[in-house]
């Protein structure tokens, strides 16, 4: 079982950046895959961003791509999410997602996942 919890939400400018972190428990971080959804109010959680646990595969909503960027440090046992270009409809609460995978390959579906963190709330200002 693992334990995600993350931090670097806030309240930030359009056109301005933050950084997401997801620090999990556990000695098998390396061998989850990650991800990150989000959700506004009113509305379903939605994928964002997705690695693998080696790192090598990435995948990327349409929304999000060439703003945002997803990596992860498995000797830190954390994933982060590099967020720039912020808009008003970036405004969510964003979640940290993983599962064991027997490949290095990325889960794009919130069924796909088992353990969630507690969420961190972004807040742009148009």
């Known amino acids: 079982q693992v334990q995600l919890v993350e931090s670097g939400g806030g309240l930030v400018q359009a056109g301005g950046s933050l950084r997401l972190s997801c620090a999990a428990s556990?000695?098998?971080?390396?061998?989850?895959?990650m991800g990150w959804f989000r959700q506004a109010p009113g509305k379903e959680r939605e994928f964002v961003s997705a690695?693998?646990?080696?790192?090598?595969?990435?995948a990327y909503a349409d929304s999000v791509k060439g703003r945002f960027t997803i990596s992860r440090d498995n000797a830190k046992n954390t994933v982060y999410l590099q967020m720039n270009s912020l808009n008003a409809e970036d405004t969510a609460v964003y979640y940290c997602?993983?599962?064991?995978?027997?490949?290095?390959?990325?889960?794009?579906?919130?069924?796909?996942?088992?353990?969630w963190g507690q969420g961190t709330q972004v807040t742009v200002s148009s």
């Open positions: 997602a993983a599962n064991l995978r027997g490949s290095d390959t990325v889960l794009v579906h919130r069924y796909q996942y088992v353990y």
């Open positions: 556990g000695r098998t971080f390396g061998s989850y895959a």
């Open positions: 690695i693998s646990w080696s790192g090598g595969n990435t």
